[in-house]
């Protein structure tokens, strides 16, 4: 069987678990087997998962799961796993996927492969595609081992919905002696669009000229539904906090559209959001390296375009 690990966000599902289950759907059904939905900590209607592809789900409730904590969640999704003998385990390529993988991995002495990007090759044997070289290349991997971990990079694989919903198990095992460490405080933004789950996303650079002017970054990515982002400068100089940082030293994204604002282009940035499936760049410099990875580009002063665009769109969405 395939168990796949349906990340949550308090008592809903995360955008990147439905992505997860429709692959893990799809590849269970080119292994001719079933897909097993794995859920830590309490999520309403957990079921609905059925819609997103999953034949079957299970609920770990068990003392300890309430907040991540790894070696928690690593014993959860092992107890699964052996419960409904799977053998590969399918997870999104989140932080939280990030650290479970190779702890679930090396517990069962699995072949691990991280940042797959599309459905392994059943033609001779398990071969799956991933990205490599900060999203540059993509190279082939074959797992010979009966264990197997995949973990997908997020916004990669489609979600497809499916009638019905999936019968739901319930494990309550007390995990919480597994536990090495004690969270003691959390501390969450509100009311912003997640970078890592983010469809669209609208980023500043240096040209923006200091942080006063990041209004217009900001009401853009709103009437957009859209996260906002930042280059390296930015969150060094402090303009931007650390979180929005995307790039090779910051976060990964790979959105549908990646909006550039003021930003050159080095490849270090790029090296975050070469994934991103339309780019556009707003910048000054015609020679500026991003526009050879641009979809669309306009030459111009971002204080002169972007509030034309903000009120087109205020048209838009009127």
């Not at 678990?17 to 209607?45: F, H, K, M, P, Q």
């Not at 991997?141 to 916004?155: C, F």
């Not at 933004?189 to 500043?204: D, N, R």
Request: charge should be negative; charged fraction near 20%.
């Amino acid at each position: 069987m395939v168990l796949v690990f349906a990340e949550r966000e308090g008592n809903s599902f995360k955008k990147s678990a439905y992505e997860a289950v429709s692959y893990g759907r799809d590849l269970a059904e080119s292994l001719g087997t079933t897909c097993v939905a794995a859920v830590i900590g309490r999520v309403e209607n957990a079921g609905q998962l059925g819609r997103y592809g999953a034949h079957a789900v299970v609920e770990h409730t068990g003392a300890g799961t309430d907040v991540f904590e790894p070696a928690v969640y690593t014993a959860a999704l092992d107890e699964i796993a052996k419960s409904q003998n799977c053998d590969v385990v399918v997870l999104s390529g989140s932080y939280t996927g990030k650290i479970l993988a190779p702890k679930l991995a090396a517990r069962n002495k699995a072949a691990l492969v991280t940042g797959v990007v599309e459905l392994p090759d059943m033609s001779s044997g398990f071969t799956v595609r991933k990205s490599c070289y900060s999203n540059k290349a993509f190279t082939t991997v074959q797992l010979n081992a009966p264990n197997k971990v995949l973990s997908i990079i997020p916004n990669s694989y489609s979600i497809k919905e499916f009638p019905g919903e999936a019968t739901l198990t319930q494990l309550s095992t007390d995990l919480s002696g597994s536990s090495m460490t004690q969270s003691l405080e959390i501390d969450k933004q509100a009311g912003k669009v997640p970078l890592t789950e983010a469809e669209v996303v609208v980023s500043g650079g240096r040209g923006l000229k200091g942080p006063e002017n990041w209004g217009m970054i900001e009401e853009m990515a709103e009437l957009l539904g859209a996260a906002t982002a930042c280059s390296k400068p930015v969150s060094d100089m402090e303009w931007r906090p650390h979180s929005e940082h995307v790039g090779q030293t910051g976060i990964t994204i790979k959105p549908n559209l990646y909006i550039a604002i003021g930003i050159s282009g080095a490849i270090q940035h790029l090296a975050g959001v070469g994934g991103s499936k339309v780019i556009c760049v707003i910048n000054t410099d015609p020679e500026a390296p991003f526009f050879k990875a641009a979809d669309y580009g306009i030459v111009g002063d971002a204080f002169d375009v972007v509030p034309k665009l903000i009120n087109r769109l205020k048209e838009i969405n009127a």
